[in-house]
């Protein structure tokens, strides 16, 4: 059976009731953050799509008009169609979307910070490394089932504090647990980062 909407993707079953939806960053493929998964959660099922929006080749999970400037239409729009395949992925591969949570690395962390905003009802668990505010919604969701990890770093060059800051308070303004870590590192993902993040998810 084929998905609808399908994506390039990985699924691996895992031995226990949690899924994680890998999302990569610009440039990355459905390969890509499968160890990262690995680390986090052993036991974890893990999803994982290729970004459909090519930007000079480079896989991406919706378009953006420079560094930082996203196209909201075209994030609207692949917002929806990866919130559709999830759940259809959900159905096909069996597992439960109360115990799915999103982990995305840089445009993987803004695609999945836009579907906590557009479309909470996919998941509203999530792990986000460096990431920022991708869009305002009309409406903020209701997010206070939601329970979201941020892991950002001090000396980033792509993404301010300020930005990472504003799209935990946006994100609490929407009812949403928020804890969010700072790093000694730049745009790159460390070990602290991972390790941080899989005590937080550990204690869940
Ligand atoms: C984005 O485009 O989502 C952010 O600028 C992060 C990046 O992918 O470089």
Request: proline content about 6%.
């Amino acid at each position: 059976m084929k998905l609808r909407p399908d994506f390039i993707h990985e699924f691996l079953p895992g031995s226990s009731s949690r899924t994680l939806l890998l999302l990569h960053g610009t440039g990355g493929n459905e390969r890509d953050l499968i160890p990262l998964g690995r680390q986090l959660d052993p036991n974890a099922a893990l999803l994982s799509p290729r970004g459909k929006v090519l930007e000079n080749g480079m896989p991406r999970f919706f378009r953006r008009l420079a560094e930082g400037v996203f196209d909201i239409e075209d994030l609207k729009y692949r917002t929806d169609e990866l919130a559709d395949f999830v759940s259809a992925a959900a159905q096909h591969y069996g597992f439960a979307t109360d115990q799915l949570f999103a982990v995305g690395y840089s445009n993987g962390a803004n695609i999945a910070a836009s579907m906590l905003l557009l479309r909470p009802e996919i998941t509203q668990r999530a792990i986000l490394f460096r990431a920022m505010v991708p869009l305002i919604p009309d409406a903020l969701p209701d997010l206070s089932s939601a329970r979201i990890w941020i892991g950002a770093g001090d000396q980033d060059p792509i993404i301010p504090a300020s930005e990472t800051k504003r799209l935990a308070e946006l994100l609490r303004r929407a009812g949403a647990d928020v804890t969010i870590r700072f790093f000694k590192a730049g745009h790159g993902l460390t070990n602290v980062d991972v390790v941080t993040a899989r005590e937080w998810l550990t204690e869940l």
